[in-house]
């Protein structure tokens, strides 16, 4: 069966300081990966968008990166964290478009930021 | 592109009381609907998801939804409340029709159960 895991689960960092998020699936391949980001009251916004080794889409500008080294690993970077980059983290998969499961995410744990 | 609306960030209900979740989506009818629910400090996880293959969806935990073209909505209900359903639950909906599993969200709607 499928996996997703992600950490840490829990992060405080200083404002300025570099951020680095892992996620890595494990029981499929090729899988489309998301991360997205949930902050206090405003729902889930999606952050990067990845259909492969490499290929990143970015939904909105922002302080953050994302990068896709291994099929089934994405990494959520920044060089220097805002307080506004505070939030919860979720990482998800999803099957090729067209493959079941239909249109369906799996979600992480979620990994909590806080900037200070 | 296809959006949600969640009427009402916080409900509350008693033990064994009906739970309604309220979701609408926008004007074209999607080929997905879904519900998911995120328990504190947790990731998201599928309640159920309309495919079109019947109007009347039921989900993990005794919850369903029905999907009404006419009114654009997906509500989620469950007859009677239990404490441990007490979480934050997503309608979502895919971005466009032809790019699956990229979805939006609405924002949340909190449930608190009262013994």
């Known amino acids: 069966s499928q996996t997703i895991h992600q950490w840490p689960a829990t992060l405080v960092q200083p404002v300025g300081s570099p951020l680095s998020l892992e996620c890595t699936v494990e029981g499929t391949s090729n899988p489309n990966l998301y991360w997205y980001r949930q902050a206090a009251g405003r729902g889930l916004q999606l952050l990067f968008y990845s259909v492969g080794i490499g290929q990143i889409s970015s939904e909105v500008p922002q302080n953050l990166s994302a990068s896709r080294p291994q099929d089934r690993q994405f990494i959520l970077s920044s060089k220097k964290l805002l307080l506004s980059d505070s939030g919860f983290y979720l990482c998800?998969?999803?099957?090729?478009?067209?493959?079941?499961?239909?249109?369906?995410?799996?979600f992480g744990e979620g990994s909590r930021l806080t900037v200070l | 592109a296809q959006s949600v609306t969640q009427l009402g960030s916080h409900v509350s209900v008693s033990e064994g009381a009906l739970v309604l979740l309220r979701c609408n989506y926008s004007?074209?009818?999607?080929?997905?609907l879904f519900w998911y629910v995120q328990y504190p400090n947790q990731g998201l996880q599928l309640l159920l998801k309309?495919?079109?293959?019947?109007?009347l969806v039921k989900g993990i935990n005794g919850f369903e939804a029905e999907f009404k073209k006419s009114e654009t909505s997906f509500h989620l209900t469950k007859p009677s409340a239990h404490m441990s359903d007490a979480a934050e639950y997503f309608c979502?909906?895919?971005?466009?029709?032809?790019?699956?599993?990229?979805?939006?969200f609405g924002q949340g709607t909190e449930l608190s159960v009262k013994p």
């Open positions: 309309y495919t079109s293959a019947a109007t």
């Open positions: 004007s074209s009818v999607p080929p997905y």
């Open positions: 998800a998969w999803s099957g090729v478009a067209g493959l079941t499961p239909a249109g369906e995410l799996f």
């Open positions: 979502a909906v895919p971005l466009t029709n032809n790019q699956g599993g990229k979805l939006i």
